[in-house]
């Protein structure tokens, strides 16, 4: 009798995974911009952004609120938050928690009424003047 070679099996194909790096272990960890840029949502910013707070069950506490120069915005009842950077929905529940110390699970719906427009500047090149 001969003895059996006792060796690890094989992991399945299905269980490798697929590496769009060449195969190399580790790449896409050492690279942490490898999957950043798939569905980026808004960052809130502070040049120009306004936000609509909108409030189904207590309208009272409806508002349109600005985003200031130091990142903040001013609420009714509580006290302001930073939201600069911060997207959509992670603003939503900052809102939550910050409302949930005087509405019981409060509701609401976030609306980015106005943002920085992209823009462009177009320069002439003095070649193309003439004198």
């Keep these: 009798m001969q003895a059996q070679d006792v060796?690890?099996?094989?992991?399945?194909?299905?269980?490798?995974?697929?590496?769009?790096?060449?195969?190399?272990?580790?790449?896409?960890e050492q690279h942490p911009c490898y999957y950043q840029h798939s569905n980026r949502r808004y960052p809130i910013t502070i040049t120009a952004d306004v936000l609509e707070l909108n409030f189904p069950f207590t309208p009272e506490f409806n508002q349109t609120v600005t985003v200031q120069p130091d990142g903040y915005i001013t609420l009714r009842s509580v006290e302001g938050i930073r939201v600069e950077g911060q997207t959509l929905p992670e603003v939503t529940n900052s809102l939550q928690t910050a409302y949930a110390k005087i509405l019981h699970e409060p509701v609401i719906n976030v609306e980015l009424k106005d943002f920085e427009k992209p823009y462009f500047m177009w320069r002439r090149s003095r070649s193309s003047w003439k004198i």
Excluded at 19 to 25: D, F, I, Q
């Design 7 to 28: 060796t690890a099996p094989a992991q399945a194909p299905s269980q490798q995974g697929v590496r769009g790096n060449g195969g190399r272990a580790g790449d896409h």
